[in-house]
């Protein structure tokens, strides 16, 4: 695809993959205003062309929808600023997203793109925890309320079901029309991944993630959550190895230096352990150094950045039940796991697996605290 002024010039070209014969090519010369006719044009083409038969009949016309130009390009901006996941560029897309919307209120994908941004600014702690929920969830459901034909809508509403409500079977039930309007669809698949991982499958998490990893080389997100159930799985070299990658990608990409120092601290390598969590720019490091001090028996150094994370645990609740449980202090522990789930801290959906957290599943509050989750024990 060409452009030059307001004029596009696209290009198709149907290659056999087995053999590279050139069966079919066609040039289309449109303005950018007709973007969404020239989609239409280019699949009737290939249709014709392929001489395929849809339901007995001639392929029948594709229901076009009417888009302003402008706020398709807009939201096609703000899916860019989205994927390095930093609280700047989320601030960003939702930025991208809201002025697609201010020319075209009804765009679906619009809404589906501030769902998104609402949902990862809570998962990283970039914003308070309800606040992003309610503007997530609000977002996804007008989201499916303007296109019910949109996958994308249904996969931010599946999301919000797991955090507001921990409704997994809702949230699963999203997620299967999301795949059924669009079974190739990435992010449902990385979405039933995520909720398989919480229901405790942790193969099954393991083998859907990979498999994403395969087809999507270049999703950090992804390949950082892979990593994280590799370690999970105590498969620390591969999920060392994922997670250097991603490094060598984007050496500040959040939470991939404390998702390395957890891997290396599993290995016992404390002093390493430590430099990644010191080296992580995002508010993981206050996560990571309690961790990491308390293993090299740095005692004050460790209490001071567990204050330090009491004192900013809003939307981090679960952390710091993380490091009470690694510093055993048990009943500490399973208090700020029920403000975890109070607080509807994205966290709490990785219990299930966690080693951090491995000391407490013979406590019966462990079993009444996944019950609570409506989670089976």
């Known amino acids: 695809m060409r ?27 449109r303005d950018q205003e007709d973007v969404f006719k020239i989609q239409d044009d280019i699949a009737r083409a ?19 929808v009417a888009v302003n130009p402008k706020a398709h390009n ?23 997203f809201q002025k697609a ?18 949902l990862r600014e809570v998962a990283n702690g970039y914003v308070a925890v309800a ?22 809508g249904y996969i931010e509403l599946g999301l919000s079901r797991m955090m507001t409500s921990f409704d997994w079977a809702g949230a699963r039930e999203a997620f299967d029309h999301a795949l059924l309007l669009e079974p190739s669809n990435n992010e449902a698949q990385f979405s039933v991944a995520h909720l398989t991982m919480t229901l405790g499958n942790t193969t099954d998490s393991l083998n859907r993630f990979q498999q994403l990893l395969e087809r999507d080389p270049l999703n950090l997100l992804q390949r950082r959550y892979v990593a994280r159930m590799l370690y999970y799985a105590g498969r620390l070299d591969e999920a060392e ?29 404390v002093p390493q352990a430590v430099s990644e969590f010191e080296s992580e720019t995002s508010i993981w490091r206050g996560n990571g150094l309690p961790l990491g001090y308390h293993a090299e028996g740095r005692t004050a150094d460790a209490q001071a950045a567990l204050q330090s994370l009491v004192e900013n645990s809003a939307g981090s609740e679960f952390q710091v039940a993380e490091a009470y449980a690694y510093f055993g202090n048990t009943d ?3 208090a700020w796991l029920d403000r975890a789930v109070e ?13 951090l957290l491995r000391s407490l599943t013979r406590d019966p509050r462990y079993a009444a605290l996944l019950r609570r989750l409506n989670l089976s024990s």
Do not use: C
């Open 343 to 355: 607080s509807r801290d994205p966290g709490i959906q990785w219990l299930r697996g966690d080693p």
């Open 46 to 64: 290939v249709v014709a062309k392929l001489r395929l038969t849809l339901l007995g009949g001639d392929a029948p016309a594709p229901d076009t």
């Open 3 to 29: 452009k030059s002024g307001n004029r596009l010039r696209i290009t198709t070209q149907l290659v056999r993959a087995d053999n590279g014969q050139h069966l079919w090519s066609e040039t289309y010369d």
């Open 131 to 152: 606040e992003g929920i309610a503007r997530a969830d609000t977002a996804a459901r007008k989201a499916v309320a303007l296109d019910p034909g949109f996958a994308g």
């Open 101 to 118: 919307l201010d020319l075209e209120p009804a765009y679906a994908p619009a809404w589906a793109g501030l769902a998104r941004v609402a």
């Open 241 to 269: 190895s994922i997670i250097r990658q991603l490094l060598e990608v984007n050496p500040s990409f959040p939470a991939a230096h404390y998702e390395l120092g957890r891997i290396l601290l599993a290995r016992g390598q």
């Open 332 to 334: 500490a522990a399973f």
């Open 74 to 96: 807009l939201y096609l901006q703000g899916r860019y600023f989205i994927s390095s996941d930093t609280a700047d560029d989320l601030a960003k897309a939702g930025s991208y």
